[in-house]
C-alpha cells in the first residue's frame, strides 16, 4: 500500500470514531427488536434514536485524542468543542426540529379530514433529534469504545 493509505488504514482515532458509531446504530437495531419486538434493520441508516451514533463518534474520537495527546493539547480542545457542538445540536436544534415535525404532520391530519381531494403531502420525518438520555448513552458507548481501543489495543 502507499503511504497515504496506510496512514488513513492505520488512523485508530477515525477508526474508532467510525467503529462506535457503527456499534450505536447496530445496538440501536437490537434496541428496537427488544423492546418493540419488531426487526427493522432500516433503522441502522436512520438518525435520532437510541443511542446516538453522533455522540458515540465524536465522544470515541475526543476520548481518543484525550488518551494519546494528553487533556492539555490544543486538538483535544479542538475536539471535545467539535463533540460538545454537535452533542448540543442534537438535544437542541435537531430535538426542536423533530417536534416541530410532529406537530406540522398533526395539523396536515387535520387538514386532510376537512380538504380530503387533492391534499396529499409527505408527511414529515419527525425523529431527528436526541433526548439527553440518548446522548448520554451515546457518550458512554464511545467513551468506552475508545478506552478498549487505546489501552487494550
Excluded: C
Excluded at 102 to 124: I, K, S, Y
Amino acid at each position: 500500500m502507499t503511504p497515504p493509505l496506510d496512514d488513513l488504514f492505520g488512523n485508530r482515532w477515525l477508526w474508532t470514531a467510525i467503529l462506535a458509531s457503527t456499534a450505536a446504530q447496530v445496538l440501536k437495531v437490537l434496541l428496537i427488536l427488544l423492546f418493540e419486538g419488531r426487526w427493522r434493520p432500516a433503522a441502522f441508516m436512520e438518525t435520532g434514536g437510541m443511542p446516538s451514533s453522533h455522540s458515540a463518534m465524536v465522544a470515541a474520537l475526543t476520548t481518543g485524542v484525550a488518551l494519546t495527546q494528553g487533556l492539555g493539547s490544543p486538538l483535544f480542545a479542538a475536539s471535545a468543542v467539535f463533540a460538545l457542538i454537535v452533542m448540543y445540536d442534537a438535544t437542541g436544534v435537531r430535538h426542536a426540529s423533530g417536534m416541530q415535525a410532529r406537530l406540522l404532520n398533526e395539523l396536515v391530519d387535520e387538514l386532510r379530514a376537512v380538504v380530503r381531494e387533492g391534499f396529499a403531502p409527505q408527511p414529515l420525518r419527525v425523529l431527528l433529534g436526541h433526548t439527553y438520555l440518548e446522548v448520554l448513552v451515546g457518550t458512554l458507548l464511545g467513551i468506552g469504545m475508545a478506552f478498549v481501543a487505546f489501552r487494550v489495543l
